[in-house]
């Protein structure tokens, strides 16, 4: 009766005897950790999952006192080399001589909280800095109109070719800051919203990247040919992905180290997936995955702010205008970067919206 009840429990529960090897999963903790039950009872724990040497410490230290503990945002690796970030409490079990027999696991997974909770943060620091920009847009552009308007009426007013050359000055500085405010507002018209085959758009960004670096850089495809057509505006998108692909492809030329430059572009489908706090039937998810050097941790909160920038010729804005748009396709852009990867994804959704 107690091992039905455990079976039909959704939280995942592993069962190690005093020397850490598996006696017993759950389904639960089958399907959280990948694993059969079958190929991994007898064997010791890390056939399983895997932590660093403290952590396996304090279960035997938990095996020697007796005493439980709960462990919160740990991140542990799976059999299949996928990563975790999870909570779980270890509950030592006395045998009749009052000595621990087993430990009871309890794993509770982090995963789709933490990245709600990013998603959230990462779409309120979106709107606030897009406030932020239109405020300064209107401040900057009211005094630029009067300053073209007076530069003008002055290069009328002048016969002099020299102090006209002065007056036109000006002007073009004042296009080129008015143009740059523009840049900063993101797209100016709403999307052209049509039906359109996401690949099409994909392979038309790989074209332009390998015609720009001579085919220097190594392109690997992994499309989901399953994925419909979703609604959206094509070049928009198109300059979207250029954006985050034309970053990757910099970041992999400027890295004279790596002889071996990849650029991985793959799609999956994904259903009743949350994006902030709304869930949909159906998304797409697109990954740009290069192995350069990774982006700094200092510059990773900030990567999408407008003006941000890790390179010292690098305007700051390919990202922004890339979160803006997907931001109008309810979507939204999401980085992780490590040393020799650094993978962004933009999730954007199919089908209609679902309030939870």
Aim: hydrophobic share 35%; proline share 4%.
């Amino acid at each position: 009766m107690y091992s039905l009840l455990i079976d039909h429990l959704s939280t995942a529960i592993v069962q190690l005897n005093d020397r850490l090897e598996i006696e017993y999963l759950n389904p639960a903790a089958e399907m959280l950790l990948a694993v059969s039950r079958r190929r991994v009872q007898g064997h010791n724990i890390g056939v399983a999952f895997r932590e660093d040497d403290a952590s396996i410490n304090a279960l035997y230290a938990s095996i020697e006192s007796g005493y439980p503990f709960t462990k919160r945002e740990a991140e542990i690796e799976c059999s299949n080399n996928k990563k975790l970030f999870c909570d779980y409490t270890v509950t030592p079990v006395m045998g009749t001589s009052n000595d621990t027999e087993s430990l009871i696991i309890e794993l509770y997974p982090r995963d789709r909280m933490k990245r709600i909770s990013q998603e959230d943060e990462i779409i309120a620091n979106h709107e606030s800095s897009k406030e932020l920009v239109r405020g300064l847009a209107h401040e900057i552009k009211n005094p630029l109109g009067g300053i073209r308007g007076a530069a003008q009426l002055i290069s009328r007013a002048f016969t002099d070719e020299a102090l006209n050359d002065y007056t036109q000055v000006i002007i073009e500085e004042s296009d080129r800051l008015r143009d740059l405010v523009d840049r900063l507002l993101g797209p100016r018209q709403l999307p052209k919203n049509k039906p359109l085959n996401i690949h099409k758009v994909i392979e038309r960004v790989r074209q332009l990247i390998s015609v720009e670096t001579d085919h220097k850089i190594e392109f690997i495809r992994d499309y989901d040919p399953s994925i419909p057509d979703l609604i959206g505006d094509e070049s928009q998108l198109i300059q979207a992905l250029l954006n985050i692909t034309r970053n990757a492809m910099q970041a992999l030329m400027e890295d004279t180290n790596n002889h071996q430059k990849t650029i991985h572009m793959a799609t999956r489908a994904l259903r009743q997936f949350t994006i902030g706090s709304k869930r949909h039937r159906l998304v797409c998810k697109i990954s740009i995955i290069d192995n350069g050097p990774g982006i700094p941790d200092a510059l990773l909160k900030t990567l999408f702010y407008p003006m941000v920038s890790g390179r010292a010729d690098g305007t700051g804005l390919g990202l922004s205008i890339a979160q803006s748009v997907v931001h109008q396709h309810h979507g939204i852009i999401e980085c992780n970067s490590y040393p020799n990867k650094t993978e962004f994804n933009l999730l954007i959704p199919i089908e209609t919206i679902i309030q939870d």
